[in-house]
């Protein structure tokens, strides 16, 4: 099922659209799709790096070179 989007443009945009050979709806619709899954991309790349902050280990290193260095 599909649906309606308009959108309001400039009278001079919309006379330079009607002179190209692009199809417009095509063209948009690919560049939705597109954005839609670069930002649902995004937001799971934040929240993977939101949950792996929480889990982060504060560990000093100086004693762990210490501790490696009496064996």
Request: charged content about 45%.
């Amino acid at each position: 099922m599909s649906s309606t989007f308009t959108i309001r443009i400039p009278r001079e945009l919309k006379e330079q659209m009607r002179r190209s050979p692009i199809e417009w709806s095509d063209e948009i619709r690919r560049f939705i799709e597109n954005r839609v899954r670069q930002f649902e991309l995004a937001e799971a790349v934040r929240s993977v790096w939101t949950r792996a902050e929480k889990r982060r280990v504060n560990i000093d290193s100086v004693d762990l070179i210490r501790e490696d260095r009496k064996r």
